[in-house]
């Protein structure tokens, strides 16, 4: 267990763990979620890198103030992990606003990134999930994050998997979504305030660029994905047959080996500082 502290005081909790010998890999998670969303990950990816797993403001072992939170300072609050640990740059990967703070990285510290992947994420707002997050960050308030989650299952988990599953896969999105009402909904307030603006300077980013997308995946789709490739140059597209937003989770091993077949192209490789 290790922290590190944000500009403005903040304390940020994270993990290390995985090859010593590793290149590094940063993973940060998305909305409502601590670092345990990485569970299936650590293991796989961690044979080959050196994992830093954040713990995003607002979750798990970190300082939980109170809003409004903004993507911008949550981004700085990742690159402060690189620093406490002294790597100079890392491989980057981010899930759904996990990967929206992936990209701000890329963008504003370029210098601090090796390459990219960008899972089950968007780079521009829809007005129909806007509605839904706003919808969401109300219910916490008003009933608790049960009711949440609850209510984002279908979001978050395939029909295919929520029939096979049912209850077990309930428990599963409450330990997913865990933040306190207040928190999430901060974060929640984070994500509808950043601008569509930084979408206009993804065509800056030069790294080695992987997005990747399930077939079932409601809540950013194909369309998200397809837009980031679009955006920046090389970027490649992984789809993987069934998977839902929680890609990482229901169809971890196809997951891991796009990751890991990706990190395994990208050349040169190079030590970490420190």
């Known amino acids: 267990m290790a922290f590190t502290r944000a500009t403005d005081g903040t304390r940020i909790h994270y993990e290390v763990a995985g090859n010593r010998r590793g290149e590094p890999l940063l993973l940060i998670q998305g909305l409502g979620a601590d670092l345990r969303g990485w569970a299936f990950q650590r293991f796989a990816l961690g044979r080959r890198y050196r994992l830093y797993l954040v713990d995003n403001r607002g979750v798990g072992g970190s300082d939980k103030p109170e809003g409004p939170y903004d993507l911008e300072v949550m981004a700085a609050d990742a690159r402060a992990v690189l620093d406490a640990e002294g790597v100079a740059d890392a491989h980057v990967m981010g899930a759904s606003m996990g990967g929206v703070l992936a990209q701000l990285l890329a963008v504003r510290s370029p210098e601090r990134v090796r390459s990219l992947v960008l899972a089950c994420t968007a780079c521009t707002h829809e007005r ?23 209510k984002a299952l279908r979001w978050l988990i395939g029909p295919r998997h929520r029939r096979r599953f049912g209850l077990p896969l309930s428990v599963l999105a409450a330990f997913v979504l865990n933040a306190p009402p ?9 994500i509808l305030d950043q601008s569509d603006d930084v979408a206009g300077a993804l065509s800056t980013i030069t790294v080695p660029t992987l997005v990747v997308v399930g077939t079932q995946d409601v809540l950013t789709p194909m369309a998200d994905a397809e837009e980031l490739v679009e955006r920046i140059p090389g970027a490649e ?24 077949d990706f990190l395994s192209a990208v050349q040169p490789p190079r030590a970490a500082a420190g």
Do not use: C, K, P, Y
């Open 128 to 150: 129909w999930r806007r509605e839904l997050l706003a919808g969401w960050a109300t219910l916490a308030t008003e009933r608790g994050m049960g009711a949440v989650s609850a």
């Open 182 to 190: 207040a928190a999430f909904a901060s974060q929640v307030a984070a």
């Open 237 to 260: 597209l992984v789809v993987i047959s069934g998977a839902s937003h929680g890609l990482m989770l229901d169809r971890a091993g196809e997951f891991n080996a796009a990751v890991l």
